[in-house]
Every structure is written in structure tokens, then in C-alpha cells.
């Protein structure tokens, strides 16, 4: 949309109203084309037309954020800065340190915001206050922080009532809707992911006791198909949608149950015991591997528990792996 003259030089000018090749960016992205690379550049932006008195709001460079904050402005003047966080949001960029004081301070100093605005403050996502150090802010640049609304959509309120804000807007839950929307990419990323191992297993079962080595594939491909994807399907859709239902509060636990329900096709059609075991322990493994997953898309965890039950989680996730695969290789001999 152009540039706006300032006294720090132009200045990009961005709409507040999405574009279609912004929509159609934010579906691609969501299918993972592109995921790893969907950002803009760093570095201060506008809004309408701001002046000196408009607020300064900080971003991630991570093209999903920023799309989602500047669709919340329409009708407002104001001023967008972009730090560079490597394509990340802003929850996992400020854990991972690149939402970070450092990024904050250098990006605030070089943008000369301090010549372009009045007042000396700045308004960052609450989500960012785990990367953002906000009391070393002011003597490294002279600006203060103040942190926001949880979510975008309520950032109007927000500056409508000079930066109040009702407890409700501190909150961040995960409602159905919301974890309903991960499912389909993270299905796909465990499929992209999953599939060349299935493969690989299904060309080493060609080898196992039967009519021969490309009869063997197909027939223990297909016996072997529906607890691999059922556990899949059941760690990456099944787990998410029933998230506050499952037992338990890790998310490896939570899988592992979803993984159970799917299991219950067996008292239906029932196998011979090591294959049923078999069966029973891969959907499990497999549910409750691609189910902790869900740690990063959710405000549930934190960091330093995310590692914890990743150091309990996967090796029993390893051996029950291995105890399932050699019970059906064993199965196959009986």
C-alpha cells in the first residue's frame, strides 16, 4: 500500500483488511506449504495514518501473527513494529528465546521510534512476557512495556479504554473450536512423517514367514494399516478434540488414552493374542507420541514440564515400540 513519510524515512504502510492472497497464504500454511517460511520482514510498520500520539504495537515476524493482529485495526492508526523472531509466533518465539529483550532493545534503537512518537511506551503480547525482560527496557532504550490482551480481537477494548484490562482478558483457554483447527495440519504433518516408516516396515515384514515376499507386503501391510493410522488419527485428531475429557495431565498420558479408545475395535473383532497385543501397544505408542505433540499448540504446559515428561514419555514410548513390533513379528512365526 506504499510508504508513509516520517521523519525516520518512509515508513511501509499495511491494510488492516486481509487480502485474498492473505487468506490463501494463511490456508496453504495451514496444509504446511510453506509453514517454515511464511514471515515478513522485521522492522516498523503503519497502520492508517499515525502520528506522533499513536500507539506502538510489537509483533512477531511470523506472517500468521502479524496477519492476525493488523486484521483487528481497521479504523485505527497506528504504528507496527516487527521484531525478527525467525518465522515464529509469538508464544513459541519468546520460549524460544527470539522474542527476546535483546531483539526488543536492538529493533527499538535502530527503527528510531524515539524520533518518530511523543510518548515512550510500548505495547507487546502477554503472550510474550516469558522472552521479554520489560524492567531492563527503559534504561536500554527509554521506552516502557506494557502488555496487552491475550488476544488480538481484543486489542480494540483495549485501546478504546486507555489499556485497562478486565481479568477475562488475562485469560487464555482452548476451547473445542480452537484445538479443532489444529487437527487437520498436525494429521498431515504425522502423515507426511509417518507414512515412508510404514513403508519401510511394510517392505521388512516381506520377509516374515507366508506366501512370499510381495504377497507377504500387501498382506501384512493392509493387517498392519489400521492400528499404525488408527494411532496416528487418534494422537493428532482424536487427542486435541477430547483434550479436557482424557486423564491425566500430560499430554503423552492423554494420548495414550485416546489411543485406548481407538483400541477398542479389537473386543469387536477380536485378534489372536501377540497380534492383538500387538496391536493394542502400537496404537497406544503411536496416539501418545504424535498426542504430546499438542505441547507446543497449547497454553496447558510450560517449558521446563514439556521436558520433563518428554524424558519419561519417549523412552517408554521406545520400548513399548519395540515390544509391540516384535510381538507381531513373533506373531507371524506362530
Same mark, same amino acid.
Given at each position: 500500500?506504499?510508504?508513509?513519510?516520517?521523519? =525516520?524515512?518512509?515508513?511501509?504502510?499495511?491494510?488492516?483488511?486481509?487480502?485474498?492472497?492473505?487468506?490463501?497464504?494463511?490456508?496453504?500454511?495451514?496444509?504446511?506449504?510453506?509453514?517454515?517460511?511464511?514471515?515478513?520482514?522485521?522492522?516498523?510498520?503503519?497502520?492508517?495514518?499515525?502520528? &506522533?500520539? &499513536?500507539?506502538?504495537?510489537?509483533?512477531?515476524?511470523?506472517? !500468521?501473527?502479524?496477519?492476525?493482529? *493488523? @486484521?483487528?485495526? =481497521?479504523? *485505527?492508526?497506528?504504528?507496527? $513494529?516487527?521484531?525478527?523472531?525467525?518465522?515464529?509466533?509469538?508464544?513459541?518465539?519468546?520460549?524460544?528465546?527470539?522474542?527476546?529483550?535483546?531483539?526488543?532493545?536492538?529493533?527499538?534503537?535502530?527503527?528510531? !521510534?524515539?524520533?518518530? =512518537?511523543?510518548?515512550?511506551?510500548?505495547? $507487546?503480547?502477554?503472550?510474550?512476557?516469558?522472552?521479554?525482560?520489560?524492567?531492563?527496557?527503559?534504561?536500554?532504550?527509554?521506552?516502557?512495556? *506494557?502488555?496487552?490482551?491475550?488476544?488480538?480481537?481484543?486489542?480494540?477494548?483495549?485501546?478504546?479504554?486507555?489499556?485497562?484490562?478486565? &481479568?477475562?482478558?488475562?485469560?487464555?483457554?482452548?476451547?473445542?473450536?480452537?484445538?479443532?483447527?489444529?487437527?487437520? !495440519?498436525?494429521?498431515?504433518?504425522?502423515?507426511?512423517?509417518?507414512?515412508?516408516?510404514?513403508?519401510?516396515?511394510?517392505?521388512?515384514?516381506?520377509?516374515?514367514?507366508?506366501?512370499?515376499?510381495?504377497?507377504?507386503?500387501?498382506?501384512?501391510? !493392509?493387517?498392519?494399516?489400521?492400528?499404525?493410522?488408527?494411532?496416528?488419527?487418534?494422537?493428532?485428531?482424536?487427542?486435541?478434540?477430547?483434550?479436557?475429557?482424557?486423564?491425566?495431565?500430560?499430554?503423552?498420558?492423554?494420548?495414550?488414552?485416546?489411543?485406548?479408545?481407538?483400541?477398542?475395535?479389537?473386543?469387536?473383532?477380536?485378534?489372536?493374542?501377540?497380534?492383538?497385543?500387538?496391536?493394542?501397544?502400537?496404537?497406544?505408542?503411536?496416539?501418545?507420541?504424535?498426542?504430546?505433540?499438542?505441547?507446543? &499448540?497449547?497454553?496447558?504446559?510450560?517449558?521446563?514440564? =514439556?521436558?520433563?515428561?518428554? @524424558?519419561?514419555?519417549?523412552?517408554?514410548?521406545?520400548?513399548?515400540?519395540?515390544?509391540?513390533?516384535?510381538?507381531?513379528?513373533?506373531?507371524?512365526?506362530?
Amino acid at each position: 500500500m506504499g510508504s508513509l513519510d516520517t521523519v =525516520v524515512g518512509p515508513v511501509p504502510v499495511v491494510s488492516a483488511l486481509l487480502s485474498p492472497a492473505d487468506h490463501w497464504g494463511s490456508f496453504k500454511v495451514r496444509l504446511d506449504f510453506g509453514r517454515m517460511d511464511y514471515e515478513v520482514d522485521p522492522g516498523l510498520y503503519a497502520v492508517g495514518v499515525p502520528d &506522533a500520539g &499513536a500507539p506502538v504495537l510489537v509483533t512477531a515476524n511470523y506472517k !500468521l501473527s502479524f496477519d492476525s493482529l *493488523r @486484521r483487528h485495526l =481497521v479504523g *485505527r492508526d497506528v504504528w507496527l $513494529l516487527v521484531l525478527d523472531t525467525k518465522g515464529v509466533n509469538v508464544w513459541c518465539a519468546a520460549g524460544k528465546g527470539t522474542f527476546s529483550t535483546e531483539e526488543l532493545v536492538t529493533r527499538l534503537n535502530d527503527c528510531g !521510534l524515539s524520533r518518530l =512518537v511523543e510518548h515512550r511506551q510500548v505495547i $507487546l503480547p502477554q503472550l510474550a512476557g516469558p522472552g521479554v525482560a520489560a524492567h531492563l527496557i527503559p534504561k536500554a532504550t527509554g521506552f516502557s512495556v *506494557r502488555y496487552g490482551p491475550v488476544l488480538a480481537a481484543d486489542l480494540p477494548q483495549y485501546l478504546d479504554d486507555d489499556g485497562h484490562i478486565p &481479568a477475562a482478558m488475562r485469560v487464555k483457554d482452548f476451547p473445542f473450536l480452537e484445538r479443532l483447527v489444529f487437527a487437520p !495440519l498436525e494429521l498431515l504433518l504425522a502423515l507426511k512423517g509417518s507414512l515412508p516408516f510404514f513403508i519401510m516396515l511394510a517392505l521388512l515384514f516381506g520377509f516374515l514367514p507366508g506366501e512370499g515376499y510381495l504377497q507377504n507386503i500387501i498382506t501384512q501391510a !493392509l493387517s498392519a494399516s489400521y492400528p499404525y493410522f488408527a494411532g496416528v488419527i487418534a494422537g493428532t485428531v482424536l487427542t486435541p478434540l477430547l483434550l479436557t475429557w482424557l486423564p491425566g495431565r500430560a499430554f503423552a498420558v492423554k494420548g495414550a488414552a485416546a489411543g485406548l479408545i481407538v483400541s477398542s475395535w479389537l473386543l469387536v473383532y477380536p485378534l489372536p493374542l501377540l497380534q492383538g497385543i500387538a496391536s493394542l501397544l502400537i496404537m497406544m505408542v503411536l496416539s501418545s507420541y504424535w498426542g504430546m505433540k499438542f505441547t507446543g &499448540a497449547s497454553t496447558y504446559t510450560s517449558l521446563s514440564g =514439556v521436558k520433563k515428561e518428554m @524424558r519419561i514419555a519417549v523412552p517408554m514410548q521406545i520400548v513399548g515400540g519395540v515390544i509391540g513390533l516384535g510381538c507381531w513379528v513373533v506373531a507371524s512365526f506362530i
